[in-house]
C-alpha cells in the first residue's frame, strides 16, 4: 500500500508540473524583444501557406507564438518554413515551397525585405565572406538543375548560382569553405560539395555515407550523419556517422549503423554528439570508435513517433514533435540526463531551433 501511495503521489505531481508549462503569450501583442530564447520554425502544411515562428524564452518562463505575424500583421509569412539563418541583427527566414525568403530583425521580428527572385525550390542557408548562400533544388525530378544561390546582403538580390550535385541540402561555413550535403532531391546522393566562398566556385567533392542528413563543424572537423537509403528505395542501406578532416577535405574515420538503421538531427556540443533513431536520442563522444548500444532516452513516453527536429543547448535537449503533421506540434524540453522539464505547443511542424 505505501509504494501504491506513493507512486499515485508521483504521478499526479509530474503530471501538474508538466501541464503547468505550457503557457502560451498568444494575446497578439508583441513581445517587443525576442532575445534571450530560441526561435522555432514551423514548417506548416504543404501548400496550406501557414509556416510561423514561436518564441520561447531562456528561462523557459516566456512562450508566444505566430510572432512573425503578431509584428506583421499585414505579411503572410508563407508556405513551408524550412530554414532560418541568422547574419549580424537579421534573420532570414527560408520559405521553401513560397520560394522566398522574408528577412526580419532577429530580435523585434520587424520586416526587412523579401527576396522573391532568383530561388527556386530554396532549402538552407548560411553565411560567409559577406554574403549569403542559400541551397536550391530547382525542379526535384531534373537533376541537372540544382544549385547554391549567392546573396548580396546590401541588396538582398542574387548575384549568382553555383551549380551542383542533384539535392543539395544542409549548409555549414569554415574558414570561407562551404560545406554542402547533397541527400539527393528525389534521389540518394552521398557527397558533400566544397564551396569557396571568396570567388563562388565549387572546389572539391567529397564522398561519404548515403544520404548525409545533418552537418557539424567541431575542432577542425566536418561530423555527417548519413541517413543511408530508406526500406522503400528498394536498396535499403545502414546509416553511418562520417568524420572529415577540414586541413585536406578527406574522410578521417566512418562508423556504421547496424543494418536497417537511420540515424539524423545530428548536434555536436564540445566532445560530445548527440543524434536520433526514431524517437531516441544517442550521445557519444568525438574521440568514440564505436557508437552507443543504447539510448541515452526515449520520447516515446510522450507519445513522440519520431523526432521531427533536436537540439542541445545550454545542458538542456529540445526535441520537436510533429505529431499528425497537420495540428499544432508539441516542443518538449529535456534535462542533460534525459528528464522531461517543460513541454509547450507550438505550430504546425516545429522544424527547427536556432538560439537568438
Known amino acids: 500500500m505505501k509504494f501504491s501511495r506513493l507512486l499515485v503521489v508521483a504521478l499526479i505531481s509530474s503530471i501538474f508540473f508538466v501541464s503547468c508549462t505550457d503557457d502560451n503569450d498568444d494575446n497578439g501583442i508583441p513581445l517587443g524583444s525576442y532575445d534571450n530564447g530560441v526561435l522555432i520554425l514551423n514548417q506548416g502544411g504543404y501548400g496550406k501557406g501557414n509556416a510561423s515562428v514561436s518564441y520561447l524564452s531562456d528561462d523557459f518562463v516566456t512562450q508566444q507564438n505566430n510572432i512573425f505575424s503578431i509584428v506583421n500583421p499585414t505579411i503572410t509569412l508563407g508556405d513551408v518554413g524550412q530554414d532560418i539563418g541568422f547574419y549580424q ?71 549568382t548560382k553555383i551549380p551542383v550535385a542533384e539535392g543539395p541540402e544542409r549548409i555549414v561555413e569554415n574558414n570561407n569553405k562551404l560545406y554542402v550535403a547533397h541527400i539527393g532531391g528525389w534521389g540518394y546522393g552521398k557527397t558533400i560539395s ?3 566562398a571568396a570567388n563562388n566556385t565549387l572546389s572539391t567533392t567529397i564522398t561519404v555515407g548515403d544520404v548525409p542528413n545533418s552537418l557539424e563543424i567541431n575542432n577542425g572537423s566536418l561530423y555527417v550523419i548519413c541517413g543511408g537509403n530508406p526500406s522503400y528505395s528498394g536498396s535499403e542501406t545502414a546509416g553511418s556517422l562520417v568524420k572529415v578532416n577540414l586541413s585536406n577535405n578527406t574522410v578521417a574515420s566512418t562508423i556504421n549503423f547496424a543494418a536497417k538503421t537511420h540515424p539524423s538531427n545530428l548536434d555536436v556540443v564540445n566532445s560530445n554528439i548527440f543524434y536520433t533513431v526514431g524517437s531516441d536520442i544517442y550521445k557519444s563522444t568525438v574521440s568514440a570508435t564505436t557508437l552507443p548500444s543504447t539510448a541515452l532516452f526515449s520520447t516515446t513516453a510522450q507519445g513522440v513517433y519520431g523526432v521531427y527536429s533536436f537540439a542541445v543547448k545550454n545542458d538542456k535537449i529540445y526535441v520537436g514533435d510533429a505529431g499528425n503533421y497537420s495540428s499544432n506540434g508539441k516542443v518538449y524540453v529535456y534535462s542533460a540526463a534525459g528528464t522531461l522539464e517543460n513541454q509547450y505547443t507550438v505550430g504546425v511542424i516545429p522544424a527547427g531551433f536556432y538560439f537568438n
Open 194 to 196: 566544397v564551396i569557396n
Open 89 to 159: 541583427d537579421l534573420a532570414f527566414i527560408v520559405l521553401n515551397v513560397s520560394n522566398k525568403i522574408e528577412v526580419v530583425n532577429r530580435y523585434t521580428m520587424e520586416h526587412v525585405a523579401t527576396i522573391a527572385t532568383g530561388l527556386d525550390n530554396p532549402r538552407y542557408i548560411t553565411f560567409s565572406n559577406g554574403k549569403g548562400f542559400v541551397t536550391n533544388w530547382g525542379d526535384g525530378g531534373s537533376t541537372t538543375d540544382d544549385y547554391v544561390a549567392v546573396l548580396n546582403l546590401s541588396t538582398y538580390a542574387v548575384t
